[in-house]
C-alpha cells in the first residue's frame, strides 16, 4: 500500500471553518501529527493513532510524517488555519528536499484551510480589500534586520498589513519596535485591528487608531491587521466596520 501525507489546516477554531476536503482527509487518515492543542482537536477513534508533540519540532515532526508515510500509513499533519501560511506544509518540504530520492513514491496533499488573517479581516469587514501582505514578527527563524525591512517596504508602499506572531513573553521587542516603526511613518489615525483567538469562546476584536497602540494589546494568539493610508471606518449603529476600498487614488487624465 502506498503511503500518504495529508497536511491540512484546521482553520482558527470553529469547527464551522473545516473544510469538507479537510474532514474526508481525517476520516481517511491512520495517524496525525502535530502540535499538541490542534492534534487534540482531532476526535480520537479506533484504528487512529494521534501524535501530538510540543511546539518548535516541526522538523522532527515532518521526518516522523515521512517515515510513518514510508511503511503505508495514511499519515495526516494538522496546522492551525492554512498549513501553508507560517506552517507545516514548508516544514515538510525542508524535510523532504534533504532526502528527496527516498521519498518519491508518498502521496502528498496539500489541503487548505481558513487562515486567523482572513478569519479576523471577515470579523472586522474588509481590512483587506485592496493590496496587502503578511509578515511573521517572529524573529526565530529569520533577523530581526530583515523584518523590518520588511516592515518598511510595506510602509513605503502603502499595503494593508497583517502580522502573525507578533509578540511572546520570550520576544516583546518586535511588536513594540514595529508600533514606533508604524507611528513614525504613518498617519496617526490609520485604523488598526487585533485580533484575538478568533472564532472561539475567547475572541476579543478591537479596532483603534494608531496613536492609541500599546505593545500590549497583541499575544501570540493575536492577529494584528493594519490597514493602508486608505483604510476606513464606517459605524453601523454600535458596529465599527473596517474596510479598505478596492481602487486606489490616481490621475488617469493623462
Request: charged residues 20%.
Amino acid at each position: 500500500m502506498t503511503g500518504r501525507i495529508m497536511v491540512v489546516g484546521l482553520g482558527p477554531g470553529h469547527e464551522g471553518h473545516i473544510t469538507p476536503l479537510v474532514s474526508e482527509a481525517v476520516a481517511r487518515a491512520t495517524d496525525v501529527i502535530g502540535y499538541i492543542p490542534y492534534v487534540e482537536r482531532i476526535a480520537p477513534r479506533q484504528a487512529l493513532t494521534l501524535h501530538p508533540t510540543d511546539n518548535r519540532v516541526e522538523a522532527e515532526r515532518a521526518q516522523h510524517a515521512l517515515e510513518l508515510a514510508e511503511k503505508g500509513r495514511q499519515v495526516l499533519i494538522v496546522s492551525s488555519g492554512d498549513p501553508g501560511v507560517f506552517a507545516m506544509a514548508s516544514a515538510l518540504f525542508e524535510v523532504f528536499e534533504r532526502d528527496s530520492a527516498r521519498w518519491q513514491d508518498i502521496a502528498i496533499e496539500i489541503l487548505p484551510g481558513i487562515t486567523a488573517m482572513l478569519a479576523a479581516a471577515s470579523r472586522a469587514g474588509a481590512p483587506l480589500g485592496h493590496d496587502f501582505c503578511v509578515i511573521n514578527l517572529s524573529n526565530n527563524l529569520k533577523p530581526w534586520a530583515i523584518i523590518e525591512k520588511r516592515v518598511r517596504c510595506a510602509i513605503e508602499a502603502d499595503l494593508a498589513m497583517a502580522f502573525y506572531n507578533p509578540r511572546s513573553k520570550s520576544r516583546p521587542a518586535e511588536f513594540e519596535k514595529t508600533l514606533t516603526l508604524l507611528k513614525t511613518h504613518c498617519q496617526d489615525d490609520r485604523p488598526i485591528l487585533f485580533a484575538r483567538a478568533v472564532s472561539t469562546a475567547d475572541e476579543v476584536i478591537r479596532v483603534v487608531p494608531l496613536s492609541q497602540t500599546t505593545p500590549d494589546m497583541a499575544d501570540m494568539k493575536t492577529v494584528v491587521i493594519v490597514g493602508s493610508s486608505q483604510t476606513r471606518v464606517v459605524l453601523q449603529g454600535d458596529k465599527q466596520w473596517v474596510y479598505t476600498p478596492r481602487s486606489y487614488p490616481f490621475d488617469n487624465s493623462h
